[in-house]
């Protein structure tokens, strides 16, 4: 593996890393890992352990990923931001994020990162004429309203602007090193506006989702709730964020 120092002119194809943000997902980050590995066996698998209280860590070494560790727990941002700065440091062409916890189905990651072809960021949608994914109520709400409002910012149609299943060229990596907040829908919200108001690029690829793998879900009915003001309140912060400016020598190699 190249890393480090100048860039390999004998490489042909791009350089991918895996992001897997893991915290306390010892039952599944296991399986998570050797099913990437074999759907692209050319990446690296880089785990995020978002300070695990279990044998996240360990689990995650044994099935072939590479570990960093984080001393206490960040969230989702934090870990991901991270799992950036390894991405440009160790000169990756391109990195894409997967959930620890199985749902993100390993065998739509290359449709996913083609769609880096044609843009900076690349999502994987979960509500684009595929798969049975759905939500109701207060979420649903919010999904359509982020959804409309940031396609407006985009000037493409975008109907899941809060999926994590989302990959980053060369450009998306130097802006998210500069720009990726650890707050609630940051990860999401803040730091996809910020990059589209900073000159990025943004297509969407139709994905299925899976049943979580192990563990307990994130949300729940009475978080639902609160969904939809939270997340109106996240696009007003992002769209007061200021544009960023990433040199042209952080992604021309």
Not at 207 to 220: A, I, K, L, T
């Amino acid at each position: 593996m190249h890393r480090g120092g100048e860039p390999d002119i004998h490489r042909t194809t791009p350089r991918l890393l895996v992001i897997m943000p893991a915290w306390n997902e010892s039952e599944s980050v296991g399986a998570t890992v050797r099913e990437v590995l074999a759907a692209v066996p050319g990446c690296e698998v880089l785990v995020v352990d978002d300070g695990s209280t279990d044998g996240t860590a360990g689990f995650a070494e044994a099935a072939g990923a590479s570990v960093l560790r984080l001393p206490y727990n960040l969230g989702v941002g934090g870990a991901m931001r991270a799992g950036f700065k390894y991405a440009r440091r160790w000169d990756f062409d391109q990195a894409i994020q997967v959930d620890a916890d199985g749902q993100h189905d390993p065998k739509d990651l290359i449709a996913v990162v083609d769609g880096l072809r044609h843009a900076d960021i690349s999502i994987g949608a979960r509500f684009a004429d595929k798969g049975d994914y759905t939500v109701r109520g207060p979420r649903k709400w919010a999904m359509t309203f982020l959804g409309r409002s940031i396609s407006l910012l985009a000037r493409t149609r975008l109907t899941d602007v809060t999926s994590g299943f989302r990959a980053a060229n060369r450009r998306a990596i130097a802006q998210y090193c500069e720009h990726y907040p650890a707050e609630y829908l940051g990860d999401t919200i803040d730091s996809l506006v910020v990059a589209i108001r900073s000159g990025l690029t943004v297509t969407q690829v139709p994905v299925e989702m899976r049943p979580r793998q192990g563990g307990q879900p994130s949300h729940n009915p009475a978080k639902a709730a609160l969904y939809l003001g939270r997340s109106g309140f996240a696009l007003v912060i992002a769209l007061t964020r200021k544009r960023t400016v990433v040199l042209e020598e952080e992604f021309s190699r």
